[in-house]
Each structure stands twice: as structure tokens, then as C-alpha cells.
């Protein structure tokens, strides 16, 4: 007797193998059908796919959903070997702003830089921040592409101070 949802079999049509990726709920919501796939196998070997179906729920006792990833080439794979992905949420490459975190400051919640005029002036500016990597911080809002900002020191600078510019 088989349990009710218990895999009986499975089926590989000529050769060609899925990776089910194993989510949780918040990483499945990001997801689409379609969406490019970066997996690794074995000793580093990078594989491309693409999402071909997500799970409409997540189990009950470990919180966790799948997506199904097409393989573009899956020759030389082993059905059940492990596997880790990476998902371009993104849609696709976009460009961002970033600055390091150093010329980023605080005063309580808000998060501001400090902006270099054209006579050589500092002027606070309120930006709002995104993602962090390393040591570079996204500006999502605030800035212009292009605008001269104090990289280090900030602190000890305060509103209309004269700085010089250096390259």
C-alpha cells in the first residue's frame, strides 16, 4: 500500500533532468515562471536554466515550497545529485548606484551623504538606501548620476564647509 502523494516513480524523457530547488515561502514569492537560473554541480560546474513551475504551497512541517529548474544541457549529470542555484530576481542586469559605506551617515533613522557643490561646498542630502555587498551600499534615492560626494571624513564636516576636491 502507498501512502496518498507518495512518489512512486519517475520519469526521464531522453536523458534530460529538472533541479528542484527547495524554498521557503518568501524566496518562492519572488519567483516567476521563466525566470534565468545559474546552478552549480559537482566540482563547480555551472549550469543554465530556467523556472518552469513553482509550488503552489510549502509543506507544513518544513516550511519549505520548490521550483522546478529546466536544465538547458543536463548531459553528464546524475539524477539526484546535489545541486545549489542561484535566481536573477532582477529580471535580467540593471544598474544601481552604489557608494561605500563610509560616506553614508546616520542620524537616527534617516540616512544621509554629504554633497560636494560646484564652488566646493558641502551640503547634507537625505538618500534612501537598498542592498548592501561588501562594503558598497545602494542609493535608491538622492542622488544624481555624476554628483561629488565626501568619501571619508564626514563626520568632522558640517553643512557649508569648504572642502577640496581630490582625485
Do not use: C
Amino acid at each position: 500500500m502507498v501512502q496518498p502523494g507518495a512518489e512512486l516513480f519517475r520519469l526521464i524523457r531522453k536523458g534530460r533532468l529538472e533541479w528542484r530547488a527547495e524554498l521557503t515561502a518568501e524566496e518562492l514569492m519572488l519567483l516567476r515562471r521563466g525566470m534565468a537560473v545559474e546552478i552549480t554541480v559537482g566540482e563547480g560546474r555551472v549550469l543554465k536554466g530556467t523556472v518552469r513551475a513553482i509550488s503552489p504551497s510549502v509543506d507544513a512541517k518544513t516550511r519549505y515550497g520548490y521550483a522546478l529548474v529546466t536544465l538547458s544541457d543536463s548531459s553528464g549529470i546524475i539524477a539526484g545529485v546535489y545541486a545549489n542555484g542561484t535566481f536573477d530576481i532582477s529580471g535580467g542586469k540593471r544598474t544601481l548606484s552604489s557608494l561605500p559605506q563610509s560616506a553614508v551617515m546616520r542620524r537616527g533613522s534617516a540616512a544621509y551623504v554629504l554633497v560636494v557643490d560646484a564652488e566646493n561646498r558641502v551640503h547634507e542630502r537625505p538618500v534612501k538606501l537598498g542592498q548592501r555587498s561588501g562594503d558598497r551600499i545602494e542609493i535608491r534615492q538622492g542622488l544624481k548620476s555624476g554628483e561629488k560626494v565626501v568619501e571619508t571624513g564626514g563626520s568632522f564636516l558640517s553643512e557649508g564647509d569648504f572642502v577640496q576636491v581630490v582625485k
